[in-house]
């Protein structure tokens, strides 16, 4: 079938359209500055599930209305992430309704191709779903002139289509995930992630985007009232643990796990998504709902990251406003025709400091009210670029604040990438803009970031520290602002190893949030040019001799593999940080810390926490104080890097947690807290009976994660760590210790 009979098909039944929302009921819809995402930014990948290992007889049973079910008579898509361990001599299920509608991966009798079912006839997909690999697969379809015309898409590409039969039986039975409970054998061997299904018929799909991994994700039809997203039904992205519950956080429809089925938290080699998630806008705006913090009359700060998508900057773009007409514009963050950056508090406005094109960014605007009139300083990738002043009132009011457009003048509207969207409550020191631009503001889930008023990480959801954010259709066309996870994210085939990343924030939540308070940083925005080599000093006052050391390095290059990165210690000996390590990948954004993971079982950007090129060690015995320079040599004849920042941390523990003396333990074992209840500190003892890499984890009673306490490699013996609830609610919450192969579960309570 041509595009353009599929074009016309897809607006002839847009009209069909129907979005479900439901909230989910046992959570409040408030959403406050304690809320805690599933979704992550750089940082813990524990935050980042998915469904499985599955095997016979588990799966994830969801009931499902048929009202639902009558809308897929006209059109509609299934689709998922899917990572096989093993074929099955039998038909297994991705997802399951009745006998007459599933996406299915084929026995030996078809060569385990994927294959879609609508009543008695099929769509099956060109070759067999690989083994150890993520593949994406959509199936869709739409009524045309009586038929069903189905369609099988893997990774982007169409596979195969035909008329399907025009009815299907309508049944009470739950749409199941990984399995069906008609048949055990009918459970596939492997994972499943990011399963969404929907209500019309898509051409592609976004495939590296998370969507909705909150319970409150689409609440006030925060995701939904976009185009980009109007057809979709729900979501799951397995994002919880110790839950027998996989949330759906754009219809409500949630799943039960069935047969002993779980949801794990894999490595990176094994996501099927990235980490860091960004707001693509495309000159409309989303509207956010009114809050005091907004109105600032003495004093505030603005930053965020910026990747302008566009050479020609037409009519001072908008990035964040506040104010319904230009009259009550309290404040408005734009970028100039010519790429500055510009801000306006009443009728007044200043620019300075030019935002490049395509490159991540990081711009900050600071004010303070001075005898009337408000100093403005600009920041850019945390350098102070100028300062003006602006002789006007700040209008307060209650008007509503908008992400990326303004209400009042059409063409205002900005095009390309935002992420790390936040609001201070006061002027921050050029000081704090350099130590905070790279912390993202999830590190607030443990550590209290000062003066943050709100924050929009766009974690696949407008969730905030502080009011929710709400897409709106204040054009006729309704807009199309959608998340983005790679910048090629739009492209076919498998899932790439040169990952486009949006290296942004990081979130070093590892044996407590140390940064950005215990690293000295730089942040020196150097241009590296192409075949040069270019250097960069940190002073450290510290005499004591060197125990160990860490490095934070935010460095941006087309190709990372065609650089050398190093650090020379006061006493002259150096340690590669990066060795020609990363092929093609782009850009690093990274902790660097010996006894990590490898670099080689990582790609760029490798966050957030990796073992150097060369182990650190003390340095071969150096001293702490002196300069401390990092080397960057770029190889590549073509592309320039720039080196955006870099910290380093000395002789702080690297493990939080106390040693306990006595023999080697014989075997693996998670104690029971002590005290338990308790009121606000306890103690976790576990032992080790060999050397190995050591998860502990804190979750709440929904299975999101509070805290990670350990994440490194650890030697045999028995140790026991602190954990400090004082900034938690009283409840149950569980803790949860990998070692190696070894997983278990506790649970404790904490009284209040």
Known sequence: MQ??????????????????????????????????????????????????????????????????????????????????????????YIIHKGDSLNLSIGGEDVNHRPYFQRGSLKCTGLNPVPLNKWTHITATWIRDEG?????????????????????????????????????????????????????????????FTAIGGDPLANLNGAITSSNAYISLLASWSFNEVNSAI??????????????????????????????????????????INHHNVFNRPASGTIDCWIYRDSFFVPNNPTILTKGNTEQTTTFRLYMSP???????????????????????????????????????????????????????????????????????????????????????????????????????????????????????????????IGENGIFTNFTPEGITSRFSAYINEDDSGYASERFIAHPTAINRNIGGNVFPGEFTINTPDKNVPA??????????????????IEVFLSYQHHSIGENMISLKAPNGQSRALLSSNGGDGNDVLAFFADGNNSLNSLFPPWSNIVTPSQSFGNFGGSGVQGNWIITITNSDASNAGKLLGWGIRVNNPTIGVDPVPGNIPDKFMLHQNYPNP??????????????SFVKLVIFDILGREIKTILNLQMKAGNYEADFDASLLAGGIYFYKLNAGSFTETKKMILIK
């Open 3 to 92: 595009f353009v009979k599929y074009k016309k098909m897809i607006m002839t039944f847009l009209n069909y359209i129907f979005i479900v929302l439901s909230i989910v009921i046992f959570l409040s819809p408030k959403v406050n500055s304690q809320f805690v995402s599933y979704n992550d930014e750089y940082g813990n990948d524990s935050g980042i599930g998915v469904l499985g290992p599955v095997s016979q007889g588990k799966y994830v049973a969801v009931p499902f209305p048929n009202n639902i079910y009558y809308q897929w008579l006209h059109s509609g898509y299934f689709q998922a992430w899917v990572y096989l361990t093993s074929y099955s001599q039998n038909t297994t």
């Open 147 to 207: 038929d069903v015309i189905g369609m099988i898409q893997v990774n982007g590409y169409p596979e195969d289509s035909r008329a399907m039969v025009t009815l299907d039986p309508l049944n009470s039975d739950s749409l199941t995930i990984g399995g069906s409970k008609f048949n055990p054998a009918s459970s596939i061997n492997g994972y499943i992630d990011e399963v969404r299904i929907g209500n019309h018929f898509i051409q592609s799909s976004e495939r």
């Open 246 to 287: 996989t949330f759906d956080g754009i219809g409500g429809f949630n799943g039960y796990c069935r047969g002993g089925i779980e949801l794990s938290h894999i490595n990176n080699l094994s996501k099927s998504i990235p980490y860091n998630l960004a707001l693509k806008l495309d000159g409309r705006a989303v509207r």
């Open 338 to 464: 010519s790429g500055n950056l510009g801000f306006q508090i009443g009728g007044g406005n200043t620019s300075s400091g030019t935002v490049p094109n395509r490159k991540w960014t990081h711009a900050a605007v600071t004010w303070k009210n001075e005898a009337g009139a408000y100093t403005i300083k600009f920041y850019i990738n945390g350098k102070f670029r100028n300062q003006a002043v602006i002789n006007s009132a700040m209008p307060l009011n209650a008007d509503t604040a908008w992400i990326g457009g303004t209400i009042w003048q059409s063409g205002l509207g900005y095009m390309g990438y935002l992420d790390e969207l936040r609001l201070w409550k006061t002027d921050l020191t050029a000081e704090e803009v350099k130590n905070n631009m790279f912390v993202s503001s999830k590190t607030r889930n443990t550590f209290q970031i000062q003066n943050l008023g709100v924050s929009w990480g766009f974690e696949g959801n407008l969730l905030s």
């Open 531 to 548: 075949g040069q080599t270019v250097t960069d000093t940190i002073s450290m006052g510290n005499i004591s001799p060197l125990n160990n």
């Open 678 to 691: 308790f009121n606000p500190e306890t103690k976790i003892k576990f032992s080790l009976p060999a050397s």
